[in-house]
Each structure stands twice: as structure tokens, then as C-alpha cells.
């Protein structure tokens, strides 16, 4: 669906984050990219996303040549980033109603499923920081997208929250059979949660394995207990070395 060949980006500064990195994203796959910090993980979701263009290289969507942002693909960026004078339930409204589409019910669906009912009607400044992330990923949620780009998602959040929203994010976009690319510092999370995980190298980015999960496709955190779960961790965790 999505297919990265040969991107390298350098920025102003002459960073290379990125360096003639190539990637495919499967159609309904959920593929996790780790990779140590500042190896160019936001770098490539921004670059996916079409926020950001290359210096070198080819970015398509389902064959079609990706040179801006569009409504089929959706990115939580690492910070919340919300608009800091709208209510909760405003943020999460932002993307319909920049579209000019009706609220019918996805709205209060989506702030039910992150657990903010409580807070529909507060600021930004008036949550903390993992309920932000929670109003984040149900505004990147709530047009259904095609291809759904998450950067750490689940970062701020305590390890209870992080189990059941990780749980809920998965079942969710299994039952729409939507296509994830999802950034996580957390192996056990890219294993638990996707179908194939990428490894980076530190910077400059490049692929430095690429490993099939071969999980079954329901999962629940009790897997995470069993050894085939701990073999695939053990890969990856080797891959990063
Ligand atoms: N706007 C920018 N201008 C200059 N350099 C940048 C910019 N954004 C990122 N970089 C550099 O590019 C490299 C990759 O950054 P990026 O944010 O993509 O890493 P990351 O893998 O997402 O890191 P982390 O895991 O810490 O979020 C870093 O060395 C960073 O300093
Ligand atoms: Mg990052």
C-alpha cells in the first residue's frame, strides 16, 4: 500500500537522518518501526505523512505518488500537538470538521474509547499529559483513515492506561482492517501489536532487519507470558544491537 524506496533526507542543518531507506507497508499489515532515539523515526512518518519531502527517493500510496498531505492518511505526531483554545471533544471533532463532515455519533464513540467522557469539555491546559496523547490518537482515529501513522503513541502513559488503549488501538484497527505504521520505543509493544516490525540503525536511518511476527492475529496480553512471544523479542532486540 504504502511503499518508501530509496529515501534519504538530510536536513538544512546537514543532518542525515535518513539514508536510502526502503520500506513497504502491506495492505490491513500493522508494521512497528524501532530503532534507537534520533535514528530518524519521525523523520520517516513525517516523510510518509507527505509533511515533509525527501531529497531522494519515491513515496506512493497505493500507486500514486505521495507529494502532500491527504485525508486518506492520518498522523499522531509524538507530541499531542492540540489546539490549545479548543475543548477536548473540539479536537477530536478538528478533522471532520475540517472536512466539513457531519458528527454522526464518531465523536463521542472515539472519546468514549480513550476514557475522556469526563473531560469532553476541558482545555488542553487543563489535562495532563497522557490524557493529551489519548485526545491525539482519537482525533488521528476518528476519520477512519486508510493509512493510520502513529509516533508513540502510547509514550506518556502509565503502564495499566498504556496495556489497555494499546489493546483497544489494536482491536480497532483490526476490525477496520486498517493499514498502521506505528513508532514505538517499546519492542515488546512492536511484537505484541504488529505483524512485521522494522529495524532501524542509529542514524543516519536504514533498514537494518526486518522480522515476521507470525503471531496469531487475535492477541491478548497474556501472550506476551509465552516463549514464541520472547523468541520474536529476542530477534529484535539482537537486530538492534
Ligand atoms: N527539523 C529538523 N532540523 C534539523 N534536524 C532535525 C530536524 N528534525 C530532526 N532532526 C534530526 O534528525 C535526526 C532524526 O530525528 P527524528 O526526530 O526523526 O528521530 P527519532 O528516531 O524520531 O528520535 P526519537 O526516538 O528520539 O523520537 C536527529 O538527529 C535530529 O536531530
Ligand atoms: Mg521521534
Known sequence: MLN???????????????????????????????GRSGCGKSTLLRIAAGLQSPQRGSITLNDAPVHG??????????????????????????????????DTGEVDYMIDLVGLREFAHALPSQISGGMAQRVALARALVLNPRLLLLDEPFGALDAFTRESLTQSVFDICRDAGATVMLVTHSIAEAVFLADRVVVLTPRPGRVAAEIAVGLPLRRTWDLQRSPEFAAIVGEVRDAMK
Open 4 to 34: 518508501i524506496t530509496d529515501v534519504t533526507h538530510v536536513y538544512p542543518n546537514g543532518v542525515e537522518a535518513l539514508q536510502r531507506l526502503t520500506l513497504r507497508v502491506v495492505r490491513s499489515e500493522i508494521t512497528a518501526v524501532v
Open 69 to 102: 498531505p491527504t485525508s486518506d492518511v492520518s498522523l499522531m505526531f509524538q507530541d499531542a500537538a492540540l489546539l490549545p483554545w479548543c475543548t477536548v471533544r473540539a479536537n477530536i471533532a478538528l478533522p471532520l470538521d475540517l472536512q466539513h463532515r457531519r
